[in-house]
């Protein structure tokens, strides 16, 4: 599915290390019919894909940071209610960290 025309800005915010950041920009295919999620990178961008619908819910732009690593510049999560009915923005902002850490090992700050 495209990248939907309705989106809100999100506010993530976020800071990772080379190595967590190219392991989050080299994506996460889905495992089995019980995975939901499918994210990829592109063009600095990492996108949250449902797995079973196809659509973007959120994304956020990685930029390389002064201190070395990566830094989130910009987010959106998808606002188009027949796509994702959001719980709010800080549970958004959860489900993003929860995703880093479960598909990737990486810990976020709460």
């Known amino acids: ?3 939907p025309q309705e989106r809100e800005n999100l506010g993530y915010q976020n800071f990772f290390w080379d190595s967590d ?8 295919k889905p495992v089995d019919m019980d995975d939901k999620w499918f994210i990829y990178s592109e ?5 949250f894909v449902r797995s079973w619908t196809g659509h973007h819910i959120f994304a956020f732009q990685l930029t390389g ?17 027949d796509e994702y009915r959001s719980p709010g923005k800080e549970m958004d ?3 993003i960290n929860n995703l880093i850490k479960s598909r990737f090992g ?3 700050p709460a």
Do not use: D
Request: net charge positive; glycine share 10%.
């Open 93 to 95: 902002i959860q489900i």
């Open 21 to 28: 950041a190219e392991k989050i920009m080299s994506g996460y």
């Open 1 to 3: 599915m495209p990248i």
């Open 106 to 108: 990486i810990e976020c």
């Open 65 to 81: 940071s002064s201190a070395g690593g990566a830094k989130v510049v910009a987010s959106w999560v998808n606002a188009n209610k």
């Open 43 to 47: 063009n600095g961008w990492v996108y």
